[in-house]
């Protein structure tokens, strides 16, 4: 059974993200704003499953 490093479970792969930039030079995207669904869903999994993760990101986002 392969088990993944966390990580990975988190970064996405540099091809989708140069497949990005490379889209958006092309056609002079100033504005461009991309989110990575599958990478939030894998972020959020990743901190329902440790809640100690969680509380460590709560505590470093600027307060409002």
Do not use: H
Not at 28 to 40: G, K, M, N, P, T
């Amino acid at each position: 059974m392969k088990t993944e490093n966390a990580f990975s479970l988190i970064a996405s792969t540099t091809e989708d993200q140069d497949d990005i930039n490379t889209l958006s030079e092309a056609f002079s995207l100033q504005a461009f704003r991309y989110i990575d669904i599958a990478r939030e869903e894998r972020l959020n999994s990743l901190l329902t499953r440790w809640p100690l993760l969680r509380e460590l990101s709560a505590a470093q986002e600027p307060e409002r």
